[in-house]
């Protein structure tokens, strides 16, 4: 069951999460950590919800969390770097997530798709997404970063989507078979997190995550849609760089770097 005590009880984190705030039912827990954020709660604040009415997607889309089956959770971060360092926090989110619902299920031979990530930071198994990232970032107005606000949407045992997103969306039940505990989803990716943060913070770029997150990254050596707002070109995608970037190769043999944001990524018949 999802909950405070139950998540308090799996948590083996120094900070994160350790200020946990649950709520069986909220609008949006991005926006419940950016108030708690001016209220200066504290680095590692973690809000979860059970459901989730008004769950915000990135550009400007909804986010489905329906009650009893997913977990939407926020997790409040004061970094002591610049804004441009920040972009990264996104894909490290990602990392973690896929590497704390891979731990769960470590010892079960039977599962066979591992989690993967879709540039920047889908989490996908089995071709189909089970987790989204909406990170926001809060300025102070001398132009310093007051909070970042990483918001994950996890699909667990979810097991009918609308229409619309059947194709693209999965949950950890429908791409493996296994129900899971959502507080123990919760306690192993936080824990991910706040050891790849420490990690982040020796550097402020992904120099010593590069390796593990380009394990996972599915577009890897595959062609892929470039979808630019200045038109569609297809390219093969090699790696990411340090600051998160994906290095594509384009057709006149020329690496280029792609920035997330504006542009998105497609696999060349479909979502991956
Ligand atoms: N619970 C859910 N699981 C998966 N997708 C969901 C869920 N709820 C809503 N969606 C919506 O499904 C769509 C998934 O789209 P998709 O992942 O392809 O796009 P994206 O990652 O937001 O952006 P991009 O175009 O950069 O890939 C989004 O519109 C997302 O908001
Ligand atoms: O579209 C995406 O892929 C990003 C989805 C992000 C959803 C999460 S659920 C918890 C947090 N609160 C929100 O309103 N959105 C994020």
Redesign the pocket.
């Known amino acids: 069951m999802l909950n405070a005590e139950n998540i308090r009880g799996q948590l083996g984190t120094k900070w994160a999460a350790r200020n946990l705030i649950f709520k069986e039912v909220t609008e949006s827990t991005n926006d419940d950590a950016k108030v708690l954020g001016e209220e200066g709660a504290p680095h590692g604040t973690l809000v979860v919800a059970d459901v989730q009415t008004s769950g915000r997607?990135?550009?400007g889309?909804?986010?489905?969390?329906p009650g009893g089956s997913?977990i939407a959770m926020s997790l409040l971060i004061r970094p002591t770097a610049t804004p441009d360092k920040v972009s990264v926090l996104t894909l490290i989110m990602g990392l973690s997530i896929a590497q704390g619902v891979e731990d769960l299920f470590a010892m079960n031979e039977d599962i066979a798709d591992f989690p993967q990530i879709k540039w920047p930071n889908?989490v996908v198994i089995a071709g189909k997404?089970i987790c989204?990232i909406l990170t926001e970032l809060h300025m102070n107005n001398d132009n310093t970063i007051n909070n970042v606000v990483i918001g994950v949407?996890i699909?667990a045992n979810m097991t009918s989507f609308p229409e619309e997103?059947e194709k693209?969306?999965g949950s950890i039940y429908t791409q493996t078979g296994f129900k899971v505990d959502r507080a123990s989803v919760v306690a192993a990716c936080m824990k991910r997190f706040e050891e790849n943060y420490e990690k982040y913070e020796r550097t402020y770029d992904l120099s010593l995550l590069k390796e593990e997150y380009e394990e996972r990254l599915i577009n890897r050596d595959r062609t892929v849609k470039i979808l630019d707002p200045a038109g569609e070109y297809e390219a093969v995608a090699l790696g990411i760089g340090n600051d998160g970037a994906l290095k594509v190769r384009v057709s006149d043999g020329s690496i280029v770097d792609i920035n997330a944001g504006e542009v998105?990524v497609r696999g060349l018949y479909g979502?991956v």
């Open positions: 997607g990135s550009r889309r909804s986010w489905e969390t997913n889908d997404k989204g949407g699909n997103i693209i969306a998105s979502y």
